[in-house]
């Protein structure tokens, strides 16, 4: 058994969204997974379905899991032979500590790669309207950390003071008073524009503004926490004219969006257009059904395929029996053009069947929803099984309190997310509390109110548009 590679994952500064492409599909192969706080948990429910994920820190000043041991463990699972991903908020290089953790690999020869991310530094501002530099107000940006610890270096004060137009310092809020004398003791004016960014790119965004001289006013007032990222510069002041992300109509809003099948929601999507962090919960996986396979294939006198990603499982399983393809019906076809050109990898050329309806010896192969209408006895080629990993990603959610609202768009969904979410180790009274509920119906309403959701809401009419508008003139309220 080989040695497991060590991919060192920059995970963006909160949005799931930003994550780069290939960051993305490491973290879609990945055997295993360590992930840091400020990774959005939405990221965990993109594992592949058996991927082990391991939680690695909580806040800034109490680590759940040790630097030291994060790194054995990621040496550990790679000389078992697994894909290890050290998924890490932002980019790894920033803040990362990932020259530790490389020089770990390095010295313990387990090969890795690092893939950058989206910083803060620059994604926090450009969220909140505001450019780094910009060609009228600034030509240098420098990054510095807002909680050196004991043993670091001190920033070059006058350096950052005279000679930087945009400073970006990260994590701050608690040394925000020492950072803003510091700059107007070493040569800022105490009138220079600074604005904080807190959970920037992410739905729970707040941005506040003010000098050098009243900026820790402003943020004791508005309660501004970490993760927050501080900019100092007159680059600021561009925020009035172009900030943009906190205009649309749900960017204050984490909806959970109630799923009955594995199919994705369009309403997820156009949540999300509008600004909010939409989760399809519970995700489903499809798997290989085998055990009802027909036995009496030389019955029929034709299979139809309603699935594409039906055709390949049934080859695979007449192999696995050793059934003589030459015993099969005569007539073959499928519903889909990709179905077809499956067929044809098989030696089976044949017209695309697109009128489908109920026949005698016909066997029907595809989905259980897309077989039921048409036969009793189809082989259900595959089948949608609840993935683990999206309780994961509940619990996180929960956890954080970031959820804000829950979609039931029918009374199955009702009873699915209530199950798993219990599956989750959630109480329903836990669950229950700070959350708006949404009933697309008078079924799923009358279904929400016998599990035991006294106030959900109805929407007047079934359909995305009034639930964006709903949801848009409902004010929302982190703990």
């Known amino acids: 058994m080989g040695v497991g590679t060590v991919y060192l994952v920059g995970a963006g500064p909160g949005d799931s969204k930003l994550i780069t492409v290939r960051g993305f599909e490491y973290l879609r192969t990945a055997?295993?997974?360590?992930?840091?706080?400020?990774?959005?948990?939405?990221?965990?429910?993109?594992?592949?379905?058996?991927?082990?994920?391991?939680?690695?820190?909580?806040?800034?000043?109490?680590?759940?899991?040790?630097?030291?041991?994060?790194q054995e463990v990621m040496i550990e699972k790679a000389k078992e032979g697994l894909h290890v991903i050290r998924l890490k908020g932002?980019?790894?290089?920033?803040?990362?500590?990932?020259?530790?953790?490389?020089?770990?690999?390095?010295?313990?020869?387990?090969?890795?790669?690092?893939i950058p991310g989206i910083t803060a530094g620059i994604a926090a501002p450009a969220y909140a309207g505001v450019p780094v530099t910009h060609r009228e107000h600034a030509s240098s940006f420098a990054i510095v950390t807002g909680h050196a610890q004991t043993g670091e270096p001190s920033p070059n004060w006058e350096g950052l003071a005279t000679s930087i137009d945009t400073i970006a310092f990260y994590m701050g809020v608690k040394n925000l008073s020492f950072i803003a004398e510091n700059l107007i003791k070493h040569g800022k004016s105490k009138d220079t524009p600074i604005m904080?960014?807190?959970?920037?790119?992410?739905?729970?965004?707040?941005?506040?503004?003010?000098?050098?001289?009243?900026?820790?006013?402003?943020?004791?007032?508005?309660?501004?926490k970490n993760p927050a990222l501080t900019l100092v510069g007159d680059?600021?002041?561009?925020?009035?004219?172009?900030?943009?992300?906190?205009?649309?109509?749900?960017?204050?809003?984490?909806?959970?969006?109630?799923?009955?099948?594995?199919?994705?929601?369009?309403?997820?999507?156009?949540?999300?257009?509008?600004?909010?962090?939409?989760?399809?919960?519970?995700?489903?996986?499809?798997?290989?059904?085998?055990?009802?396979?027909p036995e009496n294939l030389k019955s029929f006198s034709k299979i139809v395929f309603l699935a594409s990603e039906s055709v390949t499982p049934f080859f695979k399983e007449i192999k696995r029996r050793r059934i003589d393809v030459r015993s099969l019906p005569s007539e073959i076809t499928a519903t889909t053009k990709r179905g077809a050109v499956y067929l044809e990898e098989h030696g089976i050329f044949s017209e695309i069947d697109s009128f489908i309806q109920e026949e005698e010896g016909v066997l029907y192969i595809g989905k259980?929803?897309?077989?039921?209408?048409?036969?009793?006895?189809?082989?259900?080629?595959?089948?949608?099984?609840?993935?683990?990993?999206?309780?994961?990603?509940?619990?996180?959610?929960?956890q954080d309190k970031r959820l804000t609202t829950v979609v039931f768009p029918c009374a199955e969904a009702v009873e699915t997310v209530t199950r798993e979410v219990e599956e989750a180790g959630i109480s329903f009274k836990e669950w229950k509390e700070d959350k708006l509920f949404i009933c697309y119906g008078p079924k799923s309403r009358m279904k929400a109110e016998e599990t035991g959701y006294e106030n959900c809401i109805e929407l007047e009419q079934p359909d995305v548009d009034h639930l964006i508008a709903s949801l848009a003139a409902t004010q929302i309220t982190y703990s």
């Open 31 to 70: 055997d295993v997974v360590l992930y840091d706080r400020l990774v959005n948990p939405l990221l965990l429910d993109e594992a592949k379905p058996k991927a082990e994920l391991i939680y690695c820190g909580k806040l800034p000043d109490r680590h759940h899991l040790r630097q030291e041991a994060i």
């Open 196 to 224: 904080l960014v807190e959970w920037a790119t992410t739905s729970r965004q707040r941005t506040v503004e003010g000098t050098l001289e009243n900026i820790t006013e402003v943020v004791e007032r508005e309660n501004i």
């Open 368 to 398: 259980e929803d897309q077989i039921a209408p048409l036969s009793e006895d189809g082989w259900i080629s595959h089948r949608a099984v609840t993935n683990e990993k999206s309780n994961i990603t509940l619990v996180r959610l929960h």
């Open 90 to 114: 932002g980019d790894p290089g920033v803040f990362g500590r990932v020259g530790e953790e490389a020089a770990a690999l390095a010295e313990a020869e387990v090969p890795y790669e690092i």
């Open 235 to 293: 680059v600021v002041g561009l925020r009035k004219s172009l900030h943009w992300f906190e205009k649309k109509k749900l960017t204050d809003q984490t909806i959970l969006v109630g799923q009955t099948n594995s199919k994705k929601s369009s309403i997820a999507a156009k949540l999300r257009e509008n600004g909010a962090e939409a989760f399809e919960f519970p995700s489903f996986r499809e798997t290989p059904e085998s055990e009802s396979f």
